[in-house]
């Protein structure tokens, strides 16, 4: 089956899709426009998007997802995006109230319609919601971190004392000795520092040997699901020391259900907060080279 054609009955050999073709592989010919290569697409869709009689057919793409793009008076101004980008904040207070599914649904839709490198789309996403998973997953993770503390300050023990050299996973990572016991000690009395009882847990997991940009995909979709999720009343927190756990723990990952040689890059908690900011915070001024 072609992943890519050309309606030859609708082209006007208008010349758009030539120009917007990313791959170059559409050419105008007698009578219409043709793929001339379509083993190459990368289903962007491009041509499709700025058709104005649909000629092209991507067999493989939801055309009803091919809706017309929103005036701009339906857009938010730029005050406002800004606005929403400054208000997001990382909320480790949280209400009981559990998600309702048809909002986590627009999270991952928001995450769905991110940029990827090649358009490859290699991203996984794992909601877990049902407490007893929750419990488990932070409990797993808090005991690792743990139990990595005492290496970590035997290992520099050894190296001020001994001269032994630190190894290089464990180099920079004595700011977490205390952050890490306190993190346990906390949890056995039912304290969570972890995920601050969050009813919801996002993890992105993907195939490395997928990807053209492993190291950006992920993120550029989890900002966007976490400003989705601003929008919707819900507070996210990225949840970085489950990433650290998911990379040494096979345990954790089989649980998870993360298949193997799968990297887990980002996760994050969302939840109604239970926390009201007041004000938008500030920053350091952004390091800009001008050329």
């Known amino acids: 089956m072609r992943v890519v054609e050309i309606d030859k009955n609708l082209c006007t050999l208008c010349g ?22 379509d083993s190459v697409c990368i289903q962007c869709g491009h041509c499709r998007a700025v058709c104005p009689v649909d000629a092209p057919l991507l067999p493989l793409l939801d055309h009803t997802e091919f809706t017309p793009v929103a005036e701009k008076d339906d857009l938010p101004t730029t005050e406002q995006f800004m606005n929403l980008i400054r208000s997001r904040r990382s909320i480790r207070q949280y209400k009981k ?24 789309q290699p991203l996984h996403h794992i909601v877990v919601t049902t407490p ?11 005991d690792l971190l743990e139990a990595q503390a005492e290496l970590i300050a035997e290992a520099y023990r050894k190296h001020s004392e001994e001269g032994i050299p630190l190894p290089a996973a464990f180099v920079g990572r004595d700011r977490y000795i205390h952050v890490w016991r306190e993190m346990a000690r906390l949890n056995r009395e039912g304290i969570d520092r972890l995920f601050y009882k969050a009813p919801c847990l996002v993890i ?4 490395p040997l997928e990807a ?16 989705m999720a601003e929008t919707l009343g819900l507070g996210t927190c990225f949840i970085g020391f489950l990433v ?26 969302a939840g109604y907060p239970d926390v009201d900011f007041l004000k938008v915070v500030s920053r350091n001024p952004a390091r800009v080279t001008w050329l």
Do not use: W, Y
């Open 244 to 269: 650290f756990a998911l990379a040494v723990s096979k345990q954790l990952r089989e649980i998870l259900q993360i298949p193997e040689g799968h990297r887990t890059p980002l996760s994050f908690v």
């Open 132 to 142: 007893d998973v929750i419990d488990t997953v932070r409990n797993m993770t808090i």
């Open 212 to 227: 053209v940009t492993p190291d950006v995909d992920p993120g550029l979709a989890a900002s966007q699901m976490t400003l």
């Open 97 to 120: 109230t559990p998600i309702e599914k048809e909002k986590i649904d627009k999270i991952i839709e928001a995450g769905r319609f991110a940029p990827t490198g090649g358009n490859l």
């Open 16 to 37: 758009i899709c030539e120009q917007i073709c990313v791959r170059g592989i559409i050419a105008l010919g007698q009578d219409s426009a043709e793929i001339t290569d």
């Open 204 to 207: 992105t997991h993907l195939n």
